[in-house]
C-alpha cells in the first residue's frame, strides 16, 4: 500500500462531540440556550439544543415566559438523538413538573453523562421554576444527573440547608448527594470573598477557587459553568478534570464581561479568542 499523496483524497475534518442542553431561550442571549451554544462553541464541540421554555428577557430582568408543549419537547430530542448522537447532556430552565419529568424520562435511557444545573430564579430574582416543580427536581432529575450544580439559592430550596460560610458549603453538598447525583458541584458565588465552589462525590473533594471579578456583567455564569462541565466531558474528560477546566473557562468569560443594556450584562464566552 502506497500512501495518498498530500491532497488527492477528500478534505476530511474532524468531527467534534456533540453536546445537548435542554433549557429555556433567553432573548437577550447571554443565559440560557444562547450562552449554553456560545460556551459549547467556545470549547470545541457541535452543540445542540431542545428547547422548554422562551422568555422574553434583558439585562433587566425577564419580562414574559412561555412552556413549550411536551409533545414539543420529546419531538426535539428524538430528532437529535436518533440522528445525530449526543456524547453529552446538560439541562437548564425546566419550568413545570412536567417539564422535569419529561425531560428525565427522555434522559434515563441515554447512555451519556449528564449535567444538571437546577435553574431556580434568575440573577434578577424573577422565577424561572414553579415551586411544585421542586419534588420532581429532586427525586426525578438529581437521581440522573452525573453532577449538580446548585447555586446557594438553589440549594436552600432544594435541601433545607442555608450556607453563609464556605464551610458550610460540605454540608449542603452532603445533602444534595443524598438525591442521587453521582456528583455534586456547591456554586459559591454568591458569598462573599473568593468565588470558590466545591465538588465532591462523597468520597473525593475538590475545592475550586478562584479570585472574585469585581464586574457585575454576570448575567448566565451557571449556564455557561454547566454547559462548559458538558462539553469537557463530551471530549471524554473525567469529572474533577472537566470541572476545574469549566471553572477556569467562566472566571475568564466573568473578567471579560461587558456592559449590554441598562442592567446586568453578560459574560463574554468567546474572551479567549479575543
Ligand atoms: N464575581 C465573580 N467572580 C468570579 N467568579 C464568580 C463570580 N460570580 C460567580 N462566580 C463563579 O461563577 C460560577 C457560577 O456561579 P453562580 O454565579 O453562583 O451561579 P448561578 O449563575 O447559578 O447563580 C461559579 O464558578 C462561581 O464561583
Ligand atoms: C432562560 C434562562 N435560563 C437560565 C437563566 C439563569 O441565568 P444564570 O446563568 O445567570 O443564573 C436565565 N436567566 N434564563
Known amino acids: ?11 476530511r475534518t474532524a468531527i467534534p462531540p456533540r453536546v445537548l442542553t435542554v433549557a429555556g431561550s433567553d432573548s437577550g442571549g447571554g ?18 439544543s431542545v428547547l422548554t421554555a422562551v422568555t422574553a428577557q434583558n439585562s433587566l430582568g425577564v419580562m414574559g415566559a412561555w412552556e413549550l408543549p411536551l409533545e414539543a419537547i420529546r419531538a426535539q430530542f428524538r430528532a437529535v438523538v436518533d440522528d445525530i448522537g449526543v456524547q453529552a447532556v ?3 430552565m425546566l419550568a413545570s413538573s412536567a417539564i422535569v419529568e419529561t425531560v428525565a424520562g427522555l434522559l434515563a435511557g441515554l447512555a451519556a453523562p449528564v449535567v444538571v444545573d437546577p435553574v431556580g430564579v434568575s440573577k434578577h430574582g424573577d422565577a424561572l421554576l414553579a415551586a411544585e416543580a421542586l419534588d420532581a427536581v429532586r427525586i426525578k ?23 453563609t460560610t464556605e464551610l458550610e458549603m460540605r454540608r449542603a453538598a452532603a445533602a444534595v ?34 479570585v472574585r471579578h469585581d464586574n457585575r456583567h454576570t448575567h448566565g455564569t451557571g449556564c455557561t459553568l454547566a454547559s462548559a462541565i458538558a462539553a469537557h466531558l463530551a471530549h471524554g474528560m473525567p469529572v474533577p478534570e472537566a470541572v476545574a477546566s469549566a471553572k477556569e473557562y467562566v472566571t475568564g468569560a466573568i473578567e471579560a464581561g461587558f456592559p449590554l443594556g441598562a442592567g446586568i450584562g453578560p459574560v ?6 479575543r
Open 141 to 163: 432529575l438529581l437521581p440522573i444527573a452525573t453532577v449538580a450544580t446548585p447555586n446557594l439559592d438553589e440549594v436552600e430550596q432544594l435541601t433545607g440547608v442555608r450556607v
Open 1 to 11: 500500500m502506497t500512501a495518498e499523496p498530500p491532497g488527492a483524497g477528500p478534505v
Open 90 to 92: 446538560k439541562t437548564g
Open 177 to 210: 448527594l443524598e438525591f442521587g447525583p453521582r456528583w455534586a458541584l456547591v456554586k459559591g458565588g454568591h458569598l462573599a470573598g473568593d468565588a470558590v465552589d466545591l465538588l465532591t462525590d462523597g468520597a473525593e473533594e475538590y475545592w475550586l477557587r478562584s
Open 268 to 273: 463574554d464566552h468567546a474572551w479567549r479568542w
Open 31 to 48: 443565559a440560557g440556550i444562547q450562552a449554553d451554544l456560545k460556551a459549547m462553541l467556545a470549547l470545541g464541540t457541535h452543540g445542540m
